[in-house]
């Protein structure tokens, strides 16, 4: 079946960086586009960021020249490196497939407080 598991978040200073990772199974990684969402408390979830399987990777207007999505495709892994991180970053990280993302996983929380 589809699975999601996302890792390393934690808690960051403003100013701060974080690499959360997600690794992904049950299905033709290497041929989807993948993204990163978030969702904070009392807000919906919100895409974040895109990586098709080639071409230009895509990103919210609110963490554009911060943030950096990638993917390994051998290890089916989609990646988010988040800088110069703000309170505003503060939210539960989910990732998915850009399209139809039917399936999730627990999320990893990200926490930017000082």
């Known amino acids: 079946q589809v699975q999601f598991v996302e890792s390393g978040g934690g808690l960051v200073q403003p100013g701060g960086s974080l690499r959360i990772s997600c690794r992904a199974s049950?299905?033709?990684?290497?041929?989807?586009?993948m993204a990163w969402y978030r969702q904070a408390p009392g807000k919906e979830r919100e895409l974040v960021a895109d990586i098709p399987t080639t071409g230009r990777t895509n990103y919210a207007d609110s963490v554009k020249g911060r943030f950096t999505i990638s993917r390994d495709n051998a290890k089916n892994t989609v990646y988010l490196q988040m800088n110069s991180l703000k309170p505003e970053d503060t939210a539960t990280y989910y990732c998915?497939?850009?399209?139809?993302?039917?399936?999730w996983g627990q999320g990893t929380q990200v926490t930017v407080s000082s």
């Open positions: 049950g299905f033709a990684f290497s041929n989807r586009v």
């Open positions: 998915s497939t850009r399209y139809n993302p039917n399936y």
